[in-house]
């Protein structure tokens, strides 16, 4: 069974960074579109960013743009979440995703993360 594990959210206050991580095993990183997703309580699960990692493409949700930053490093099947100048509006479950195509919808990834908590106070 493939896994994705997230790390490193955390508590920050606001105007802080975090990097966030996602390894996983290396066939979904040289495959697939590898995608940042949150949530809140209530609230549909969002893609904040997300990579093609063969063309280097990515996408960012109006929120994240200017923020943050998606990469990866095939060498350690790890993707990463840059997220700089953070707000009480990012506080949110961040979960790691893999799938053939990148879109908002969640039902078009394959694989999941358990996510990862980031909580940022004002």
């Known amino acids: 069974q493939v896994q994705l594990v997230e790390s490193g959210g955390g508590s920050v206050q606001a105007g802080g960074s975090l990097r966030l991580s996602c390894a996983g095993p290396?066939?979904?990183?040289?495959?697939?579109?590898m995608a940042w997703f949150r949530q809140t309580p209530g609230k549909e699960r969002e893609r904040v960013a997300s990579?093609?990692?063969?063309?280097?493409?990515?996408y960012y949700a109006d929120s994240a743009k200017g923020r943050f930053t998606i990469s990866h490093d095939n060498a350690k099947t790890t993707l990463y979440l840059q997220m700089n100048s953070l707000k009480p509006e990012d506080t949110a479950m961040y979960y790691c995703?893999?799938?053939?195509?990148?879109?908002?919808?969640?039902?078009?990834?394959?694989?999941w993360g358990k996510g990862t908590l980031v909580t940022i106070s004002s």
């Open positions: 290396r066939f979904i990183y040289s495959m697939y579109c």
């Open positions: 995703a893999a799938g053939s195509l990148c879109s908002d919808s969640r039902y078009n990834y394959n694989y």
């Open positions: 990579l093609y990692t063969r063309s280097g493409i990515t």
